[in-house]
């Protein structure tokens, strides 16, 4: 049974090179249990294609106007006036 792309299983110097974060890096977060899933085979490890490249989605940064607005950059000016209303009430 051939497999897809995204099952096929690449090892850590591979991660490193594709992600340009160090095999030490990829060590602490396997130690930490975050980052990047894994498959661990006794003392090999190997990561799976898809799962790299949907970490990498998944941290991907929109820095779009409308992102920004959905972020609630222009929500925050809202809240500010809210805050100086109440406290506006609590002086009076």
């Given at each position: 049974?051939?497999?897809t792309?995204?099952e096929?299983?690449i090892?850590?110097?591979?991660?490193?090179?594709?992600?340009?974060?160090?095999?030490?890096?990829?060590?602490r977060d396997?130690?930490?249990r975050?980052g990047?899933?894994?498959?661990l085979?006794?003392?090999?490890?190997?990561?799976?294609r898809?799962?790299?490249?949907?970490?990498?989605?998944?941290?991907?940064?929109?820095c779009?106007?409308?992102?920004?607005?959905?972020?609630?950059?222009?929500?925050?000016?809202?809240s500010?006036?809210?805050?100086?209303?109440?406290?506006?009430?609590?002086?009076?």
């Open positions: 049974m051939p497999f792309d995204d096929e299983l090892t850590e110097a591979e991660v490193s090179e594709y992600t340009k974060r160090s095999q030490r890096q990829l060590q396997r130690a930490a975050r990047i899933p894994f498959v085979f006794e003392t090999q490890v190997r990561y799976r898809g799962d790299v490249r949907s970490y990498i989605a998944g941290h991907l940064v929109d779009t106007l409308d992102a920004r607005t959905d972020r609630g950059v222009n929500s925050n000016r809202s500010q006036a809210a805050m100086q209303a109440v406290s506006s009430k609590a002086r009076a």
